[in-house]
């Protein structure tokens, strides 16, 4: 499920179940999701960057001060399924 996406150009979204969280970047910002799309079942295809202690993203995210989850995505492509 997609709980938070990147409200200036759709470049990052967070997804979470019962198991955890994850924090999905576009790669190379080569395509973007629906700012919308919160709230919508998505199916994730990327690498997993890793893990480690959550942090702040990176200015040129421009997702302000939001923690960054644990697990890291680097999508190359996302289908949504609702």
């Known amino acids: 499920m997609v709980s938070a996406v990147c409200q ?3 470049c990052w979204m967070q997804i ?3 198991s955890g969280k ?6 190379g910002h080569s395509f973007f999701v629906p ?3 919160s709230g919508h079942r998505a199916v994730v295809q990327g690498k997993v ?3 480690g202690a959550p942090n702040t993203c990176a200015d040129g995210d421009r997702c302000g001060n939001q923690e960054v989850t644990q697990v890291q995505i680097e999508a190359t492509g996302v289908e949504f399924i609702d």
């Open 22 to 27: 994850a924090h999905i970047k576009m790669a």
């Open 35 to 37: 700012k919308e799309s």
């Open 8 to 10: 200036s150009m759709g």
């Open 49 to 51: 960057l890793g893990g």
């Open 16 to 18: 979470a179940d019962t």
